[in-house]
């Protein structure tokens, strides 16, 4: 099992470009999540699909998109990106809800410039 | 609005000490907390889960603590090695979300 992969693993991107961060699981979980990482601040939500045809916005969902594509996958989507949104984002399942462990991808490294 | 704080200093300890890690959290009411560990450049790795009806939870040389009116969870390494040094992460949730600490960073030295 490859667990959560994320692709790519690292971009660079101008502001006001477009690009789609993709996140797949192997394990059958229900909910996925998304989360950007920044120094200092710990990881912040930014959506989740709690199961398969549903999706909520986080703490921090200004600037982005999601699409729960079916149950393995979990997309984000940056429309036009900003300085502000350089981050390092984390792609995580879980079977359902947070009383279970969440399962995190590899990471991607943004750079907007 | 809901705040998490974790040890702000990161900790240096010797290997064979126990490590001792804190998470405070204010304006919330968490049926659940967790811990993670985080290497540098990978995604964090569950470590322990305890519900806010447990006061303590064991897993090998890991213990964990909950308690709900000091609003607090103390996270401890026993006989710690230099493999142990990492990120370590605390996370309250009542339902699907979780919210993080900033994290601890912790450095055995040999």
């Known amino acids: 099992n490859a667990g959560v992969t994320q692709t790519p693993k690292f971009q660079v991107l101008k502001t006001g470009q477009s690009m789609t961060l993709q996140c797949a699981q192997d394990m059958n979980h229900n909910s996925m999540y998304w989360y950007r990482q920044d120094p200092g601040m710990g990881l912040r939500l930014i959506y989740y699909?709690?199961?398969?045809?549903?999706?909520d916005k986080g703490e921090v969902p200004n600037g982005y998109n999601v699409s729960r594509l079916n149950k393995r996958e979990f997309s984000l989507r940056l429309e036009s990106a900003a300085p502000s949104q350089t981050s390092v984002y984390f792609c995580a399942s879980s079977e359902a809800t947070a009383t279970y462990e969440q399962y995190f991808g590899p990471g991607t490294r943004l750079t907007v410039t | 609005s809901q705040k998490i704080e974790q040890n702000s200093e990161a900790l240096n300890i010797q290997e064979g000490k126990t490590a001792t890690l804190t998470c405070n959290y204010t304006n919330y009411s968490p049926a659940y907390l967790q811990w993670y560990r985080q290497d540098p450049g990978r995604g964090p790795v569950f470590l322990l889960l305890?519900?806010?009806?447990?006061k303590e939870k064991r897993k090998e040389r890991l213990k964990v603590t909950f308690d709900t009116t000091l609003k607090q969870s103390l996270f401890h390494i026993t006989a710690s090695q230099p493999a142990d040094s990492a990120t370590y992460l605390c996370?309250?949730?009542?339902?699907?979300?979780?919210?993080f600490g900033a994290g601890t960073t912790v450095t055995v030295r040999a």
């Open positions: 305890i519900r806010e009806n447990e």
């Open positions: 699909s709690a199961s398969e045809g549903t999706t």
């Open positions: 996370a309250l949730s009542n339902d699907y979300k979780l919210s």
